[in-house]
Protein backbone atom coordinates (compact mmCIF):
# COMPACT_ATOMS: atom_id res chain seq x y z
CA UNK A 1 0.00 0.00 0.00
CA UNK A 2 3.10 2.15 0.72
CA UNK A 3 4.69 1.49 -2.46
CA UNK A 4 1.42 2.10 -4.13
CA UNK A 5 1.02 5.64 -2.63
CA UNK A 6 4.75 6.68 -3.19
CA UNK A 7 3.79 5.65 -6.87
CA UNK A 8 0.87 7.89 -6.96
CA UNK A 9 2.59 10.65 -5.48
CA UNK A 10 5.61 10.87 -7.93
CA UNK A 11 2.93 10.36 -11.00
CA UNK A 12 1.31 13.40 -9.60
CA UNK A 13 4.76 15.29 -9.69
CA UNK A 14 5.50 14.52 -13.26
CA UNK A 15 2.07 15.46 -14.54
CA UNK A 16 2.28 18.42 -12.75
CA UNK A 17 6.02 18.74 -13.85
CA UNK A 18 4.99 18.26 -17.53
CA UNK A 19 1.90 21.02 -17.67
CA UNK A 20 4.49 23.79 -15.60
CA UNK A 21 7.06 23.05 -18.51
CA UNK A 22 3.88 23.20 -20.82
CA UNK A 23 3.13 26.23 -19.98
CA UNK A 24 6.65 27.98 -19.82
CA UNK A 25 7.25 27.25 -23.10
CA UNK A 26 3.74 27.80 -24.24
CA UNK A 27 4.34 28.59 -28.56
CA UNK A 28 1.88 31.18 -28.31
CA UNK A 29 3.82 33.48 -25.61
CA UNK A 30 5.73 36.37 -27.86
CA UNK A 31 8.08 37.31 -24.95
CA UNK A 32 9.87 39.43 -27.47
CA UNK A 33 6.89 41.67 -28.09
CA UNK A 34 7.04 42.01 -32.08
CA UNK A 35 4.72 40.45 -34.12
CA UNK A 36 5.40 37.28 -35.44
CA UNK A 37 6.38 38.34 -38.53
CA UNK A 38 8.96 40.51 -37.45
CA UNK A 39 9.82 38.50 -34.61
CA UNK A 40 10.81 35.86 -37.12
CA UNK A 41 13.45 37.90 -38.78
CA UNK A 42 14.86 40.59 -36.50
CA UNK A 43 15.29 38.16 -33.09
CA UNK A 44 17.17 35.44 -35.26
CA UNK A 45 18.75 37.52 -37.56
CA UNK A 46 19.59 40.57 -35.85
CA UNK A 47 19.53 40.16 -31.93
CA UNK A 48 22.42 37.79 -32.09
CA UNK A 49 25.47 36.68 -30.59
CA UNK A 50 28.39 39.63 -30.80
CA UNK A 51 25.41 42.32 -32.67
CA UNK A 52 22.18 43.53 -31.26
CA UNK A 53 21.59 41.18 -28.19
CA UNK A 54 21.14 41.95 -24.62
CA UNK A 55 25.28 41.45 -24.22
CA UNK A 56 26.21 42.92 -27.29
CA UNK A 57 24.47 45.96 -27.41
CA UNK A 58 26.05 48.36 -25.97
CA UNK A 59 29.33 47.80 -28.44
CA UNK A 60 27.09 47.63 -31.52
CA UNK A 61 25.56 51.48 -31.54
CA UNK A 62 23.82 50.66 -28.63
CA UNK A 63 21.29 49.18 -30.01
CA UNK A 64 18.98 46.41 -28.32
CA UNK A 65 16.66 44.44 -30.48
CA UNK A 66 16.16 41.55 -28.42
CA UNK A 67 12.69 43.25 -27.45
CA UNK A 68 9.96 45.82 -29.05
CA UNK A 69 10.42 47.69 -26.45
CA UNK A 70 14.31 47.71 -26.21
CA UNK A 71 13.85 48.32 -30.46
CA UNK A 72 11.80 52.02 -29.36
CA UNK A 73 14.13 52.94 -27.37
CA UNK A 74 16.67 53.61 -30.05
CA UNK A 75 20.17 53.68 -30.39
CA UNK A 76 23.69 56.39 -29.83
CA UNK A 77 21.86 58.11 -32.70
CA UNK A 78 18.44 58.00 -31.62
CA UNK A 79 15.30 56.46 -33.09
CA UNK A 80 15.91 53.72 -35.62
CA UNK A 81 12.53 53.24 -36.85
CA UNK A 82 9.73 55.70 -36.83
CA UNK A 83 6.11 54.72 -36.65
CA UNK A 84 4.84 55.43 -40.48
CA UNK A 85 7.96 56.44 -42.17
CA UNK A 86 10.05 53.76 -43.63
CA UNK A 87 11.98 56.13 -45.68
CA UNK A 88 13.03 57.73 -42.67
CA UNK A 89 13.79 54.28 -40.41
CA UNK A 90 17.70 53.90 -40.40
CA UNK A 91 16.96 50.26 -39.51
CA UNK A 92 14.98 49.71 -42.80
CA UNK A 93 18.22 51.47 -44.75
CA UNK A 94 20.82 49.03 -43.20
CA UNK A 95 18.81 46.07 -43.82
CA UNK A 96 17.85 46.77 -47.35
CA UNK A 97 20.42 45.83 -49.96
CA UNK A 98 17.56 46.58 -52.61
CA UNK A 99 17.63 50.10 -54.50
CA UNK A 100 14.09 49.78 -55.44
CA UNK A 101 12.94 49.25 -52.31
CA UNK A 102 14.58 52.86 -50.78
CA UNK A 103 17.07 53.54 -49.70
CA UNK A 104 20.63 51.38 -49.15
CA UNK A 105 23.66 52.06 -46.68
CA UNK A 106 26.99 50.34 -46.50
CA UNK A 107 28.00 48.14 -44.85
CA UNK A 108 24.51 46.26 -45.05
CA UNK A 109 23.22 44.72 -41.89
CA UNK A 110 23.52 41.83 -40.63
CA UNK A 111 27.00 42.48 -40.49
CA UNK A 112 29.21 39.24 -41.89
CA UNK A 113 25.95 37.12 -42.94
CA UNK A 114 24.04 37.04 -45.48
CA UNK A 115 21.82 40.00 -46.48
CA UNK A 116 18.10 39.72 -45.95
CA UNK A 117 16.19 38.10 -48.34
CA UNK A 118 13.45 40.42 -50.39
CA UNK A 119 10.68 39.26 -48.80
CA UNK A 120 11.96 39.77 -45.26
CA UNK A 121 12.94 43.56 -46.63
CA UNK A 122 9.15 43.73 -47.77
CA UNK A 123 8.11 42.44 -44.35
CA UNK A 124 9.75 44.97 -42.40
CA UNK A 125 9.02 48.17 -45.20
CA UNK A 126 5.67 47.56 -44.67
CA UNK A 127 5.45 47.10 -40.71
CA UNK A 128 7.24 50.64 -40.32
CA UNK A 129 4.24 51.93 -42.97
CA UNK A 130 1.53 50.74 -40.76
CA UNK A 131 3.57 52.18 -37.65
CA UNK A 132 5.81 49.63 -36.40
CA UNK A 133 2.68 48.06 -34.13
CA UNK A 134 3.60 45.69 -30.98
CA UNK A 135 2.81 41.89 -31.16
CA UNK A 136 -0.99 43.31 -29.52
CA UNK A 137 -1.01 46.52 -31.97
CA UNK A 138 0.34 49.11 -29.52
CA UNK A 139 1.77 51.76 -31.87
CA UNK A 140 4.54 53.69 -30.05
CA UNK A 141 3.79 56.41 -28.76
CA UNK A 142 -0.08 56.67 -29.09
CA UNK A 143 -0.61 56.88 -25.96
CA UNK A 144 -2.35 60.40 -25.10
CA UNK A 145 -0.71 61.41 -28.82
CA UNK A 146 -2.82 64.52 -28.65
CA UNK A 147 -1.94 66.25 -25.73
CA UNK A 148 1.89 64.58 -25.68
CA UNK A 149 4.46 67.60 -25.31
CA UNK A 150 6.17 67.62 -28.59
CA UNK A 151 8.62 69.19 -30.33
CA UNK A 152 8.56 70.48 -33.71
CA UNK A 153 12.05 70.62 -35.84
CA UNK A 154 11.48 71.64 -39.54
CA UNK A 155 14.00 70.03 -42.18
CA UNK A 156 14.59 72.47 -44.79
CA UNK A 157 15.86 69.81 -46.99
CA UNK A 158 13.34 67.28 -47.38
CA UNK A 159 9.76 68.91 -47.00
CA UNK A 160 10.20 67.29 -43.76
CA UNK A 161 9.18 68.15 -40.20
CA UNK A 162 10.37 66.10 -36.95
CA UNK A 163 8.69 65.43 -34.27
CA UNK A 164 10.38 64.73 -31.05
CA UNK A 165 8.74 63.71 -27.96
CA UNK A 166 9.98 65.28 -25.03
CA UNK A 167 9.78 62.85 -22.55
CA UNK A 168 12.00 60.30 -24.17
CA UNK A 169 13.37 62.91 -26.29
CA UNK A 170 13.24 60.45 -29.64
CA UNK A 171 11.83 61.75 -33.01
CA UNK A 172 8.26 59.53 -33.24
CA UNK A 173 6.66 61.07 -36.24
CA UNK A 174 7.66 62.61 -39.40
CA UNK A 175 4.98 65.22 -41.15
CA UNK A 176 5.75 65.93 -44.80
CA UNK A 177 5.04 69.56 -45.59
CA UNK A 178 4.77 71.61 -48.77
CA UNK A 179 1.81 72.50 -51.34
CA UNK A 180 3.86 70.65 -54.37
CA UNK A 181 5.23 67.44 -54.20
CA UNK A 182 7.32 67.91 -57.26
CA UNK A 183 9.82 71.12 -55.65
CA UNK A 184 11.39 71.09 -53.00
CA UNK A 185 10.02 74.18 -51.04
CA UNK A 186 12.20 74.44 -47.87
CA UNK A 187 10.06 74.55 -44.90
CA UNK A 188 11.74 77.37 -42.99
CA UNK A 189 9.99 78.35 -39.91
CA UNK A 190 7.48 76.78 -37.80
CA UNK A 191 5.63 77.89 -35.05
CA UNK A 192 3.00 76.52 -32.47
CA UNK A 193 -0.55 78.12 -31.69
CA UNK A 194 0.18 80.07 -28.05
CA UNK A 195 -2.45 77.89 -26.66
CA UNK A 196 -0.79 74.46 -28.60
CA UNK A 197 -3.68 73.56 -30.30
CA UNK A 198 -2.30 74.14 -33.96
CA UNK A 199 1.39 74.54 -35.37
CA UNK A 200 2.63 76.33 -38.78
CA UNK A 201 4.78 76.77 -41.09
CA UNK A 202 5.92 78.79 -44.06
CA UNK A 203 8.35 77.83 -46.76
CA UNK A 204 11.40 80.23 -48.19
CA UNK A 205 10.86 78.74 -51.56
CA UNK A 206 6.90 78.64 -51.96
CA UNK A 207 3.85 80.23 -51.94
CA UNK A 208 1.76 78.28 -49.07
CA UNK A 209 1.47 78.74 -45.58
CA UNK A 210 0.14 75.51 -43.68
CA UNK A 211 -1.50 74.75 -40.86
CA UNK A 212 -1.80 71.71 -38.99
CA UNK A 213 -3.80 70.46 -36.04
CA UNK A 214 -1.10 69.30 -33.21
CA UNK A 215 -3.43 66.68 -31.73
CA UNK A 216 -3.21 64.62 -35.09
CA UNK A 217 -0.55 66.42 -36.58
CA UNK A 218 -2.50 66.38 -39.49
CA UNK A 219 -2.79 69.48 -42.19
CA UNK A 220 -5.80 71.14 -41.60
CA UNK A 221 -5.35 74.47 -44.06
CA UNK A 222 -3.32 76.31 -46.36
CA UNK A 223 -3.29 79.83 -48.10
CA UNK A 224 -1.71 81.02 -50.97
CA UNK A 225 0.43 84.44 -49.81
CA UNK A 226 2.25 84.56 -52.93
CA UNK A 227 5.75 83.35 -54.15
CA UNK A 228 8.47 84.58 -51.49
CA UNK A 229 11.25 83.96 -49.58
CA UNK A 230 9.24 83.41 -46.54
CA UNK A 231 11.59 83.25 -42.88
CA UNK A 232 9.86 84.02 -39.90
CA UNK A 233 6.36 83.64 -38.70
CA UNK A 234 4.97 85.19 -35.15
CA UNK A 235 1.97 84.47 -33.72
CA UNK A 236 -0.18 87.29 -32.19
CA UNK A 237 -0.69 86.70 -28.23
CA UNK A 238 -4.43 85.40 -29.00
CA UNK A 239 -3.54 82.99 -31.20
CA UNK A 240 -5.64 84.54 -34.08
CA UNK A 241 -2.54 86.00 -36.59
CA UNK A 242 0.41 85.26 -37.81
CA UNK A 243 3.01 87.95 -39.31
CA UNK A 244 5.60 86.29 -41.59
CA UNK A 245 8.40 88.07 -43.44
CA UNK A 246 9.50 87.93 -47.09
CA UNK A 247 13.48 88.47 -47.03
CA UNK A 248 13.92 89.94 -49.90
CA UNK A 249 15.15 93.10 -51.16
CA UNK A 250 11.52 94.54 -51.69
CA UNK A 251 10.38 92.80 -48.83
CA UNK A 252 6.92 92.09 -47.09
CA UNK A 253 4.89 91.15 -43.83
CA UNK A 254 1.93 89.49 -44.26
CA UNK A 255 -1.04 89.37 -42.20
CA UNK A 256 -2.80 85.75 -42.22
CA UNK A 257 -6.08 85.75 -40.07
CA UNK A 258 -5.68 82.25 -38.40
CA UNK A 259 -9.03 81.43 -37.86
CA UNK A 260 -9.98 82.01 -41.61
CA UNK A 261 -6.67 81.23 -43.16
CA UNK A 262 -6.87 84.21 -45.17
CA UNK A 263 -4.38 86.66 -46.08
CA UNK A 264 -5.57 90.31 -43.81
CA UNK A 265 -3.11 92.59 -44.67
CA UNK A 266 0.07 93.17 -46.59
CA UNK A 267 2.84 96.10 -45.59
CA UNK A 268 5.20 96.19 -48.91
CA UNK A 269 6.25 98.65 -51.42
CA UNK A 270 9.23 100.22 -53.25
CA UNK A 271 11.96 100.40 -51.19
CA UNK A 272 9.52 100.17 -47.79
CA UNK A 273 11.18 97.21 -46.26
CA UNK A 274 14.53 95.92 -47.28
CA UNK A 275 15.36 92.46 -46.25
CA UNK A 276 12.81 92.34 -43.11
CA UNK A 277 13.80 89.06 -40.91
CA UNK A 278 12.91 88.93 -37.57
CA UNK A 279 9.57 89.46 -36.23
CA UNK A 280 8.40 90.63 -32.60
CA UNK A 281 4.99 92.32 -31.05
CA UNK A 282 4.29 95.13 -28.71
CA UNK A 283 2.24 93.24 -25.59
CA UNK A 284 -0.48 94.81 -27.10
CA UNK A 285 -0.08 93.78 -30.92
CA UNK A 286 -0.51 97.53 -31.95
CA UNK A 287 3.34 97.52 -32.85
CA UNK A 288 5.37 95.08 -34.88
CA UNK A 289 8.74 95.48 -35.05
CA UNK A 290 10.89 93.98 -37.87
CA UNK A 291 14.82 93.35 -37.99
CA UNK A 292 16.17 94.61 -41.21
CA UNK A 293 18.68 91.76 -42.13
CA UNK A 294 21.36 93.75 -43.34
CA UNK A 295 22.69 97.62 -42.04
CA UNK A 296 21.99 98.20 -38.29
CA UNK A 297 18.62 98.67 -38.14
CA UNK A 298 14.96 98.05 -37.18
CA UNK A 299 11.75 98.49 -38.83
CA UNK A 300 8.92 99.95 -36.39
CA UNK A 301 5.24 99.11 -37.49
CA UNK A 302 2.21 101.03 -36.44
CA UNK A 303 -0.90 99.40 -38.33
CA UNK A 304 -3.67 101.58 -37.06
CA UNK A 305 -1.95 105.05 -38.12
CA UNK A 306 -0.39 103.51 -40.41
CA UNK A 307 3.29 104.22 -40.01
CA UNK A 308 6.68 102.62 -40.81
CA UNK A 309 9.29 103.60 -39.06
CA UNK A 310 13.30 102.81 -39.19
CA UNK A 311 15.03 102.39 -35.64
CA UNK A 312 18.78 103.26 -35.39
CA UNK A 313 20.58 100.43 -33.19
CA UNK A 314 23.79 102.66 -32.70
CA UNK A 315 23.46 105.48 -30.88
CA UNK A 316 24.38 108.27 -32.61
CA UNK A 317 24.36 106.59 -35.98
CA UNK A 318 21.57 106.99 -38.98
CA UNK A 319 19.63 103.74 -39.68
CA UNK A 320 20.76 102.05 -42.53
CA UNK A 321 20.65 98.69 -44.80
CA UNK A 322 24.09 98.94 -45.83
CA UNK A 323 25.63 95.37 -45.17
CA UNK A 324 28.24 93.57 -42.24
CA UNK A 325 27.64 96.59 -40.00
CA UNK A 326 25.06 94.77 -37.20
CA UNK A 327 23.16 92.51 -39.69
CA UNK A 328 20.47 92.19 -37.23
CA UNK A 329 18.64 88.75 -37.82
CA UNK A 330 16.31 87.90 -34.74
CA UNK A 331 14.58 89.98 -32.63
CA UNK A 332 12.23 88.86 -29.19
CA UNK A 333 10.51 90.23 -26.71
CA UNK A 334 11.18 90.12 -23.19
CA UNK A 335 8.18 88.02 -20.93
CA UNK A 336 7.17 91.57 -19.20
CA UNK A 337 7.53 93.36 -22.66
CA UNK A 338 9.40 95.95 -21.30
CA UNK A 339 12.84 95.58 -23.91
CA UNK A 340 13.36 93.59 -26.65
CA UNK A 341 16.90 91.23 -27.62
CA UNK A 342 18.36 91.77 -31.31
CA UNK A 343 20.84 89.11 -32.27
CA UNK A 344 23.26 90.83 -34.30
CA UNK A 345 25.31 88.26 -36.63
CA UNK A 346 27.77 90.11 -38.18
CA UNK A 347 29.01 92.34 -34.87
CA UNK A 348 28.57 88.89 -32.48
CA UNK A 349 26.28 90.56 -30.09
CA UNK A 350 22.96 90.69 -28.63
CA UNK A 351 21.83 94.29 -28.49
CA UNK A 352 19.08 95.28 -25.81
CA UNK A 353 16.66 97.84 -26.76
CA UNK A 354 14.23 99.34 -24.17
CA UNK A 355 10.48 98.87 -25.51
CA UNK A 356 9.13 101.90 -23.85
CA UNK A 357 11.59 104.62 -25.80
CA UNK A 358 12.98 102.38 -28.65
CA UNK A 359 16.91 103.28 -26.86
CA UNK A 360 19.82 101.21 -27.08
CA UNK A 361 20.18 99.65 -22.95
CA UNK A 362 22.83 97.31 -23.41
CA UNK A 363 25.22 95.72 -26.23
CA UNK A 364 26.18 91.96 -25.15
CA UNK A 365 29.70 90.74 -26.49
CA UNK A 366 28.53 86.96 -27.54
CA UNK A 367 29.35 84.08 -29.75
CA UNK A 368 30.27 84.08 -34.03
CA UNK A 369 27.39 84.50 -35.85
CA UNK A 370 24.34 85.10 -33.23
CA UNK A 371 21.53 83.83 -34.71
CA UNK A 372 17.64 82.96 -32.95
CA UNK A 373 16.74 83.11 -29.61
CA UNK A 374 14.57 81.07 -27.08
CA UNK A 375 13.65 82.10 -23.59
CA UNK A 376 12.73 80.47 -20.51
CA UNK A 377 10.27 82.14 -18.79
CA UNK A 378 10.47 79.65 -15.75
CA UNK A 379 14.42 80.52 -15.14
CA UNK A 380 14.35 83.94 -16.66
CA UNK A 381 17.03 82.72 -18.94
CA UNK A 382 17.53 84.10 -22.95
CA UNK A 383 19.00 81.18 -24.98
CA UNK A 384 21.16 82.33 -28.03
CA UNK A 385 22.52 79.99 -30.69
CA UNK A 386 25.75 81.29 -31.81
CA UNK A 387 26.48 78.95 -35.24
CA UNK A 388 30.07 79.32 -36.40
CA UNK A 389 31.48 80.01 -32.57
CA UNK A 390 34.80 78.13 -31.89
CA UNK A 391 34.21 75.17 -29.56
CA UNK A 392 37.05 74.74 -26.86
CA UNK A 393 35.97 71.60 -25.36
CA UNK A 394 35.37 69.82 -28.49
CA UNK A 395 37.40 71.68 -31.10
CA UNK A 396 36.12 69.31 -33.92
CA UNK A 397 32.20 70.85 -33.44
CA UNK A 398 31.10 74.12 -33.88
CA UNK A 399 28.79 76.45 -32.14
CA UNK A 400 27.60 77.29 -29.07
CA UNK A 401 24.48 78.56 -26.93
CA UNK A 402 24.95 81.79 -25.00
CA UNK A 403 22.91 81.87 -21.83
CA UNK A 404 21.61 85.22 -20.58
CA UNK A 405 20.26 86.39 -16.95
CA UNK A 406 17.22 88.62 -18.38
CA UNK A 407 17.31 90.77 -15.30
CA UNK A 408 20.85 91.64 -15.27
CA UNK A 409 21.31 91.39 -18.74
CA UNK A 410 24.47 89.38 -18.53
CA UNK A 411 26.08 86.19 -19.74
CA UNK A 412 25.82 83.43 -17.38
CA UNK A 413 26.68 80.28 -18.91
CA UNK A 414 28.42 79.12 -22.31
CA UNK A 415 27.03 75.76 -23.70
CA UNK A 416 29.61 73.88 -25.34
CA UNK A 417 27.91 70.30 -26.71
CA UNK A 418 29.41 68.34 -29.80
CA UNK A 419 26.88 70.98 -31.50
CA UNK A 420 27.65 71.62 -35.24
CA UNK A 421 26.31 74.59 -36.89
CA UNK A 422 23.37 74.96 -34.21
CA UNK A 423 20.24 77.09 -35.59
CA UNK A 424 16.97 76.21 -33.81
CA UNK A 425 16.32 76.32 -30.16
CA UNK A 426 13.45 75.65 -27.95
CA UNK A 427 12.49 75.23 -24.48
CA UNK A 428 10.35 72.81 -22.90
CA UNK A 429 9.52 74.54 -19.44
CA UNK A 430 7.94 71.62 -17.42
CA UNK A 431 10.75 69.30 -18.23
CA UNK A 432 13.31 72.22 -17.95
CA UNK A 433 14.64 71.24 -21.62
CA UNK A 434 16.87 72.64 -24.15
CA UNK A 435 16.12 71.38 -27.54
CA UNK A 436 18.72 72.62 -30.35
CA UNK A 437 18.71 71.52 -33.67
CA UNK A 438 22.36 71.44 -35.62
CA UNK A 439 22.42 72.25 -39.28
CA UNK A 440 25.53 70.15 -40.20
CA UNK A 441 25.39 71.54 -43.86
CA UNK A 442 29.01 72.40 -43.86
CA UNK A 443 30.79 69.22 -45.68
CA UNK A 444 33.54 69.36 -42.77
CA UNK A 445 31.20 68.73 -40.72
CA UNK A 446 30.19 65.29 -38.72
CA UNK A 447 29.68 62.24 -41.05
CA UNK A 448 26.26 61.36 -40.74
CA UNK A 449 25.24 57.77 -39.73
CA UNK A 450 22.20 57.71 -42.35
CA UNK A 451 21.31 59.37 -45.74
CA UNK A 452 18.06 60.74 -45.97
CA UNK A 453 15.90 59.65 -49.70
CA UNK A 454 16.98 63.76 -50.11
CA UNK A 455 19.99 65.22 -51.36
CA UNK A 456 21.79 66.64 -48.50
CA UNK A 457 23.57 65.79 -45.11
CA UNK A 458 20.91 64.65 -42.17
CA UNK A 459 21.84 66.87 -39.02
CA UNK A 460 20.90 65.96 -35.32
CA UNK A 461 19.32 67.66 -32.36
CA UNK A 462 20.13 67.97 -28.51
CA UNK A 463 18.31 67.96 -25.32
CA UNK A 464 19.87 69.49 -22.36
CA UNK A 465 18.53 69.88 -18.53
CA UNK A 466 18.85 73.50 -18.03
CA UNK A 467 19.33 72.85 -13.99
CA UNK A 468 22.52 70.99 -14.46
CA UNK A 469 23.21 72.06 -18.07
CA UNK A 470 23.54 67.98 -19.39
CA UNK A 471 22.78 66.58 -22.43
CA UNK A 472 19.76 63.67 -22.00
CA UNK A 473 21.18 62.06 -24.59
CA UNK A 474 23.95 61.35 -27.51
CA UNK A 475 23.12 64.00 -30.72
CA UNK A 476 20.11 62.69 -32.45
CA UNK A 477 20.21 62.24 -36.32
CA UNK A 478 17.70 63.80 -38.14
CA UNK A 479 16.86 64.29 -41.78
CA UNK A 480 18.21 66.79 -44.15
CA UNK A 481 19.14 71.01 -42.79
CA UNK A 482 17.27 70.97 -39.33
CA UNK A 483 16.73 74.25 -39.13
CA UNK A 484 13.83 76.30 -37.17
CA UNK A 485 12.12 74.69 -33.46
CA UNK A 486 9.00 75.21 -31.30
CA UNK A 487 7.68 73.53 -29.00
CA UNK A 488 4.14 72.44 -27.65
CA UNK A 489 4.32 72.37 -24.10
Request: net charge negative.
Amino acid sequence: MKNNTICLFLCLVLVFTQTACKRMIDPSFNASGYPPAIEKIVVKKCATSGCHNDISYTNAGNLNLTTWDNMMKGAVNGSVVIPYSPKQSSLLQFVNTYSDLGVTISPSMPLNASPLSREDVLVIRDWIQHGCPDVNGKIPFDDNYANRPKTYLTNQGCDLVSIIDVESQLVMRYVSVGHDPNQVELPHNVKVSPDGRYWYVCFSNGAYFQKFDSRTDQLVQEVNITQGLWNVVKISGDGNLAYISDLTNNGRIVVVDLVQMKVKATYSGSGLLIFPHGIALSQTGDTIYATAQYGNMIYRIIPALPQIDAISLQPGQPPVTTAQLLDPHEVIMSPDYSKYFVTCQTSNEVRVMDARTDTLLKVIPVGIWPLEFAISKNQNLLFVTCQEDQNPVYPFFRGSIYVIDMNTLTVVHKIYEKFFQPHGLAVHEGSSLLFVGSRNADPNGPAPHHVSECAGRNGFYHAIDILNWQSKRPASEVSVDPYSMDIKQ
